[in-house]
C-alpha cells in the first residue's frame, strides 16, 4: 500500500503542478453563402473574418467560432442555431443574412436562452425568459428612413409609390415610410412587393408608375434590388428614386449598371470614412476595418453589409470580456446569463457603422451619427468585387447629420471604398451648394 501511494506521488511530481482547465468561448454563425441572399452573406461572412483578425482574444485567450451556412432559407437558419446550441454547446449567436432568415433565427435564440446579436435588421423581438437576448447592429429602419423623407420634404415631394420585397424587410421598410411621410405631409399612393427569387417585376412597375408619383422609394437589397430599378429605367421614368443601405455593394451596382445612377441611398458612415472629422471616433475604427478586411480577404471591401458583421463582433468581444470578469465559466447557462446582462449594458462600443449603447429598451443602440445619404452616379455595370483597378464607387461629399455623398463607379483605386474630391451639402433649408476640397 506505502508502495502504491509513492508510485502516484512520484507521478504526480513529474507531471507537476495540475492546472485548471480554460473553458474556450464558443460563437455560433450564421449566414447565407448560397441562394438568393448570398450576396449579402459572403460579405457578412467576410466582415466577421476581418473583426476576427481584428480581435480575437479575450483576455489573451482566442474565441473559436463556428460557422453554418443557412442557403438563404429561414427554416435552415432555424435549424443551424439549434444545433450550434443544443449539439455545439455555444455561448453566444450571431446572424444572418436576410431579415426573414435573422428573425427565425432570433426567435430560436431567445427560446433556447442563448444571446445574439442581429446583423440584418429585424422588427423589434418579444422579451424572453429574464429579458431581451437579441441586439442588432443595422441602424433602425425608422432611422435610416427619417433621412429619406426629409431629403423628400426639402425637395417639396407630395406624394411616393413604394416598391419593395414581399417579406419582412419589405414590411420594415414600407411601415417605415408610411410613418414617417404621413407626419411630413407626403402621401404614399402604392405599395408594390415582389419576391426575391421573382425574375421580372414589370406589373408592379406598371401600378406603381400609373399613379404619377412625384418619387419612388425601393425596398429591394442587393441583387434582387435591382430589378425594379432596370425596369423603371427601360420604361422612361426620370423622377426622383430613393435606395436602402442595402444597395450600398459591388453586386447591385454592378447589375443596376447605369439604371441605378442617381438613387439616393441611406447608409451608415462607413462610406465615407475618410471625410469623417479626425475626432470622430468612428473613423479610426471605420479605416481600421477596411485594412483588417483586405489583410484577411485579400482584397478590399466593396459593400455595407460586411461591416454589420465587423461591428457584430466588437460588440459581442467587449461583453465576452465583461462576463468573463464575472467568474462565469463559458460553456455553460450561467455564461451565457453573464453575456446577455453584459450585452444588454453595453456602453459606447465604437463601431463602423455607429457608437453603440444597448439597454433593454433599446436594443439597436445607435442615433443619428449612424446615418448619412449617398448619391450613386455614372455606369455602374463595371463594378466587381475584387478588382483592384475600379473601385464601386467614389465619395464627392460628407457632412454630419444632413448630407449626400455621391457614389462613382470610376474611383481611383487609392481608396479602399471612397476617395473624396469635392462636397455637396444640403443645409437646414434644403438648398445646396458645392464646396471644394
Not at 80 to 103: C, H, W, Y
Not at 106 to 132: Q, Y
Not at 139 to 145: A, D, R
Not at 152 to 169: E, L, N, P, Q, Y
Request: glycine share 10%; charged share 20%; proline share 7%.
Amino acid at each position: 500500500m506505502n508502495k502504491k501511494k509513492t508510485l502516484l506521488l512520484g507521478a504526480a511530481l513529474l507531471l507537476g503542478p495540475v492546472m485548471p482547465a480554460h473553458a474556450e468561448i464558443l460563437v455560433g454563425f450564421v449566414t447565407g453563402l448560397s441562394g438568393p441572399v448570398s450576396s449579402i452573406g459572403v460579405p457578412n461572412a467576410k466582415g466577421l473574418a476581418a473583426g476576427q483578425a481584428y480581435l480575437g482574444e479575450v483576455d489573451g485567450e482566442k474565441v473559436r467560432v463556428i460557422q453554418l451556412d443557412d442557403g438563404s432559407d429561414p427554416a435552415a437558419s432555424t435549424r443551424n442555431a439549434r444545433k450550434l446550441v443544443e449539439q455545439d454547446k455555444v455561448d453566444f449567436l450571431i446572424g444572418t443574412s436576410g431579415a426573414p432568415q435573422t428573425l427565425a433565427m432570433a426567435t430560436t435564440a431567445i427560446e433556447m436562452k442563448v444571446p445574439m446579436v442581429a446583423i440584418s435588421p429585424i422588427a423589434p423581438v418579444p422579451a424572453g425568459d429574464g429579458g431581451p437576448w437579441v441586439v442588432q447592429t443595422p441602424q433602425p429602419t425608422p432611422l435610416l428612413v427619417q433621412g429619406i423623407i426629409d431629403h423628400m420634404k426639402s425637395r417639396g415631394i407630395k406624394t411616393v409609390a413604394f416598391i419593395g420585397f414581399s417579406d419582412a424587410f419589405g414590411d420594415l421598410m414600407y411601415n417605415s415610410l408610411t410613418d414617417g411621410a404621413t407626419k411630413a405631409g407626403i402621401k404614399v399612393v402604392a405599395n408594390e412587393r415582389y419576391a426575391r427569387s421573382d425574375n421580372s417585376v414589370t406589373a408592379q412597375v406598371l401600378r406603381a408608375l400609373s399613379t404619377h408619383p412625384d418619387a419612388i422609394m425601393l425596398g429591394g437589397t442587393g441583387t434582387p434590388g435591382a430589378l425594379p430599378v432596370i425596369a423603371l429605367s427601360e420604361r422612361g421614368y426620370k423622377g426622383p428614386l430613393y435606395g436602402n443601405h442595402g444597395m450600398i455593394s459591388a453586386d447591385f451596382l454592378r447589375l443596376a449598371g447605369k439604371s441605378a445612377e442617381g438613387i439616393i441611398c441611406p447608409t451608415g458612415p462607413v462610406t465615407a470614412a475618410e471625410q469623417l472629422p479626425e475626432s470622430n471616433p468612428i473613423r479610426k475604427v471605420a479605416l481600421a476595418f477596411r485594412a483588417a478586411y483586405e489583410k484577411v480577404n485579400g482584397e478590399p471591401p466593396s459593400d455595407a453589409f460586411s461591416p454589420y458583421a465587423f461591428d457584430g463582433w466588437l460588440v459581442f468581444m467587449d461583453a465576452a470580456k465583461r462576463a468573463k470578469a464575472t467568474g462565469a465559466v463559458p460553456g455553460t447557462q450561467g455564461f451565457r446569463n453573464a453575456l446577455r446582462e453584459a450585452l444588454f449594458t453595453t456602453k459606447d462600443v465604437v463601431g463602423t457603422h455607429g457608437i453603440y449603447t444597448y439597454t433593454p429598451a433599446d436594443r439597436h443602440g445607435v442615433d443619428e451619427r449612424a446615418r448619412i445619404l449617398v448619391q450613386i452616379e455614372g455606369d455602374t455595370s463595371c463594378c466587381r468585387s475584387g478588382h483592384s483597378g475600379v473601385q464601386p464607387w467614389r465619395s464627392f461629399a460628407f457632412s454630419p447629420r444632413k448630407s449626400i455623398a455621391r457614389l462613382s463607379a470610376t474611383a481611383a483605386a487609392a481608396s479602399v471604398l471612397i476617395s473624396p474630391r469635392a462636397s455637396l451639402r444640403v443645409d437646414d433649408s434644403g438648398s445646396s451648394s458645392t464646396i471644394a476640397t
